[in-house]
C-alpha cells in the first residue's frame, strides 16, 4: 500500500481564521514532506521532516507552522493567511537511506486552500 | 545553478499516436530521476525512478529511459485516458537533501 491520506479535501478560510492540514500515512516512512501547488505550476517544497524532526524549511513565512507529533502524522497549522497563499497543498513520504529505489515520494491527493 | 527543463509545455496527441516527452538536467550529484503523472487537482502519481544512465523502465505504455542529460518518456499508441500532466523531478545528491525539484512538466492531451 502506497497510499497518504490528506484532510480536508477543500478549505476556505478568512484572514484571521487559523486552521489546520492533516496529513497521514502507514508505510512505516520516516521522510515525510509538505509541497505547495499553484495552479499550472510544480509542486515547490514547504517543509521536511525526517525521523519527525524538521530537517529543511524553505524560507517559509510564520504564517505556516508545520508539526509532526509521530512517525505516521503531519500537520500544518496556517493562521493569518494572505489571498495570495491560496494553493493546492500536497504532502508526501518516502523511506530514508536505503539503496536506490527507497527514497521515492508518494504524495496525498492534497488539500486545495481558498484564502478569502 | 541546478536546473530541471521539460518539453513541450503542451503535447496534443490523437489516440494511438506515439510520441515523446523529454525532462533535461543540469544538476550536480544526481541521486534519481522521478516521472509523476499529474491529473487536475489531485496529486502526483508515482510512476517511474531512474538512477543512472541507461537505464530504462516501462509500464503499460509508458517507458522511461535516462541519459547523462536527460530523460525521455516515451508513450506508445496513447489512449484519452493517459491525458495528464507529466512532471519529471531530480533530487540532488546534497547531505541530508532529500527534497525533489520539479521540471515545469508537460500537459498531455489525447484525443480520440
Known amino acids: 500500500d502506497t497510499e497518504v491520506t490528506q484532510t480536508p479535501k477543500h478549505l476556505v478560510m478568512g484572514m484571521t481564521n487559523k486552521k489546520s492540514l492533516k496529513c497521514e500515512q502507514h508505510?512505516?516512512?520516516?521522510?515525510m514532506y509538505w509541497y505547495k501547488q499553484k495552479a499550472k505550476k510544480p509542486p515547490e517544497l514547504m517543509f521536511v521532516?525526517?525521523?519527525?524532526?524538521?530537517?529543511i524549511n524553505e524560507s517559509v513565512p510564520s504564517r505556516f507552522s508545520p508539526e509532526c507529533p509521530n512517525s505516521s502524522l503531519l500537520n500544518l497549522h496556517l493562521h493569518a493567511l494572505q489571498p495570495e497563499d491560496s494553493a493546492l497543498y500536497l504532502c508526501?513520504?518516502?523511506?530514508?537511506?536505503?539503496?536506490?529505489?527507497?527514497?521515492?515520494?508518494?504524495f496525498g491527493p492534497g488539500t486545495r486552500l481558498t484564502v478569502l | 545553478e541546478d536546473q530541471v527543463t521539460q518539453s513541450p509545455e503542451a503535447l496534443r496527441l490523437q489516440e494511438g499516436e506515439s510520441s515523446s516527452l523529454n525532462c533535461s538536467y543540469t544538476v550536480s550529484g544526481l541521486r534519481g530521476l522521478f516521472w509523476y503523472r499529474q491529473d487536475p487537482g489531485k496529486g502526483p502519481e508515482f510512476l517511474f525512478t531512474l538512477y543512472s544512465a541507461g537505464e530504462e523502465k516501462e509500464k503499460e505504455r509508458l517507458k522511461a529511459t535516462l541519459t547523462k542529460k536527460e530523460s525521455f518518456l516515451h508513450i506508445t499508441a496513447p489512449k484519452p485516458e493517459d491525458s495528464a500532466t507529466y512532471l519529471c523531478?531530480?533530487?540532488?545528491?546534497?547531505?541530508?537533501?532529500?527534497?525533489?525539484?520539479f521540471g515545469s512538466g508537460t500537459r498531455l492531451q489525447v484525443q480520440p
Open positions: 523531478a531530480v533530487r540532488i545528491g546534497a547531505t541530508g537533501r532529500r527534497a525533489l525539484t
Open positions: 508526501a513520504s518516502s523511506q530514508v537511506g536505503g539503496g536506490a529505489g527507497t527514497d521515492t515520494q508518494y
Open positions: 508505510m512505516g516512512h520516516r521522510a
Open positions: 521532516y525526517s525521523y519527525e524532526k524538521l530537517s
